[in-house]
């Protein structure tokens, strides 16, 4: 069973405001993708981040002081929280809404890594044509938007992969055999950021870092996601039939610009998870994963080791080694995707020792660094002058005419994994193979008929208690596509629910 | 010699399989540039336009 999707929240800001209001901005920013008046069509009983995987529940979640305050000025403000939230669903299938005070896009849920990248990217185009709205509003180019994690105060916001499970896998299973991957990860996948920070304190600049997220990772294994987060999120929030299936929920994951980091990202998750599914992972139990993952993060040069509670020392590299070895041996020759990561991992990892300069274009932290050292050569900066500090958050502006990894994208010096075709698909369409795109086609199809929807479920209206299409266990792509032909067909939600469920008593 | 120990730091270098002609290449997925370092000019000219300050005044607040 394979399938994935990447929620990013955005940074946003208003360059012609000395203090900007991130919640009327991030609001007033979905709102301009609409060309019809903001309906709540959100459904949000199917959503409880208080369910803990490890089988407790918690009483609430934890935030930080300065959070707590704001959180009370919100609740004076002069709209509902279905207003603050603003939850649109597009007719990809995608959720574009605004999350703790971010612009937030959702992809929808993708079985091959192709449409995934496809659909991060479109959620690029989506945020960026809303800003070109409203600044067209503004007149001026006043609202700015950046795929990052961090405002260099001490204040981070998340990307967070998420892969459905079989639950008969045991959690316990899942944490032990991802944890030490999760630390090492950032190797392939760190959108690099220059100085050290932390949650509630300040900035120290000129350390290169390979993460953005390194120096937020507070504990192993939590349900938080605001505060004392966690390498592993325990959230038990599936989304899906809770008796067959679980999310795995993991915000320890940088926003990556480049399309081939985040499809190694990913795919390299996907195959560790397939490995853990087949008992399969290498025995690497970390000594200390928190500060392991802040030791890998501040060495650039690959030559930090951590301790393994075993005994001995591992470097980042050797932990990728292995979990790629036990993936060669296990997962070789099953199909042309699991080669395709499996032979680009290598690759990656080969280079980060004999040529770094062609993962340029590639990974997020070599670019970065790349484009940071050739600056102060030729500027002759030192490594804690806040330029640099600038220039790292402006590699992550979505504006095609300033962001620093678009410009060289638009230079040809970046590896694509998608082209621009693939992309203008995915703005407007979802996964042919997956519910996500039944969402989306749903919503294109009657959109005057929906009276809710969530990711197991769309709700339609029209008879005198709304009508469900329960997407819960709809997994089987064939499924998928049997669907998709009787809602194509269908002249109403009605046919269409009377039409498939004829088809699935056929298929039973 | 167990597994892991084989892959300790010193036992390097790593030897990954060699690397076939990916299908992507002509059209399916990821394309390679041909050289390492890409030219600089545009990128510098980019770069200089950054305001210095611009990380300075940059407040978000907490997400997750």
Not at chain 1, 109 to 122: F, K, M, Q, S, V
Not at chain 1, 441 to 463: A, H, M, N, Y
Not at chain 2, 9 to 38: N, Q, V, W
Request: net charge negative; proline share 6%.
């Amino acid at each position: 069973m394979r399938l994935f999707g990447i929620e990013t929240e955005y940074g946003i800001t208003r360059e012609d405001q000395e203090v900007v209001d991130p919640v009327v901005e991030s609001m007033k920013l979905v709102r301009a993708h609409l060309t019809r008046a903001f309906e709540k069509t959100w459904d949000y009983s199917g959503e409880d981040p208080r369910e803990d995987a490890r089988g407790f529940r918690v009483s609430g979640l934890q935030q930080d002081r300065e959070e707590d305050e704001f959180v009370k000025q919100d609740a004076h403000r002069p709209f509902s929280f279905r207003e603050m939230k603003s939850d649109l669903v597009l007719p990809n299938g995608a959720r574009f809404y605004n999350d703790h005070t971010h612009p937030e896009y959702s992809t929808p849920e993708c079985r091959t890594l192709r449409d995934l990248i496809a659909h991060d990217r479109a959620g690029e185009r989506i945020l960026q044509r809303a800003a070109t709205r409203r600044n067209r509003a503004l007149s001026g180019p006043h609202v700015q938007l950046y795929k990052n994690n961090t405002d260099f105060h001490g204040h981070s916001y998340g990307c967070h992969d998420n892969y459905l499970l079989p639950r008969s896998i045991p959690f316990s299973s899942v944490t032990a055999g991802l944890l030490p991957f999760l630390v090492s990860r950032q190797l392939i996948a760190g959108a690099g950021k220059i100085g050290v920070e932390a949650q509630e304190s300040g900035f120290r600049p000129g350390l290169f870092q390979l993460s953005q997220r390194a120096d937020f990772m507070e504990t192993e294994l939590s349900v938080d996601t605001m505060y004392n987060r966690p390498i592993l999120n325990t959230r038990d929030e599936p989304h899906a039939d809770r008796a067959k299936y679980r999310r795995l929920h993991l915000i320890i994951g940088d926003a990556n610009m480049c399309e081939y980091a985040t499809a190694l990202k990913v795919g390299t998750t996907r195959v560790v998870l397939e490995l853990i599914a087949r008992g399969a992972v290498p025995a690497l139990e970390l000594d200390n994963p928190v500060v392991a993952v802040k030791e890998l993060a501040r060495d650039p040069d690959l030559k930090a080791v951590v301790r393994r509670k075993a005994g001995g020392a591992l470097s980042g590299l050797d932990i990728q080694e292995a979990y790629w070895l036990a993936a060669q041996k296990t997962l070789s020759g099953q199909d042309e995707e699991t080669e395709w990561i499996l032979r680009e991992w290598a690759d990656t990892l080969r280079l980060l020792t004999s040529d770094r300069s062609r993962l340029v274009g590639r990974l997020d932290w070599v670019t970065k660094l790349w484009l940071l050292e050739t600056f102060v050569r030729e500027e002759r900066l030192s490594w804690d002058d806040p330029w640099l500090t600038s220039l790292d958050l402006e590699y992550h502006n979505i504006d095609p005419a300033r962001g620093l990894y678009l410009g060289l994208e638009t230079d040809g010096n970046t590896t694509r994994v998608t082209n621009e075709a693939d992309i203008e698909a995915a703005v407007s369409t979802g996964p042919s193979d997956t519910r996500g795109g039944i969402r989306g086609l749903c919503i294109r199809r009657f959109p005057d008929q929906i009276k809710s929807v969530q990711w197991e479920r769309v709700q339609f209206t029209g008879w005198l208690l709304p009508k469900t299409l329960d997407m819960s266990d709809l997994f089987d792509p064939d499924a998928v596509k049997a669907l998709t032909q009787v809602l194509e067909a269908a002249a109403s939600p009605a046919d269409a629910l009377k039409a498939w469920s004829q088809r699935k008593e056929q298929w039973q | 010699m167990s597994k892991i120990t084989t892959l300790e730091r010193r036992e390097r270098p790593f030897d990954p399989m060699p690397k076939p002609t990916s299908p992507s290449e002509d059209g399916g997925g990821p394309r390679r540039p041909e050289t390492g370092s890409p030219d600089k000019d545009n990128l510098l000219k980019r770069m200089r336009k950054v305001d210095p300050k611009q990380a300075e005044r940059y407040r978000q607040r907490t997400g997750q």
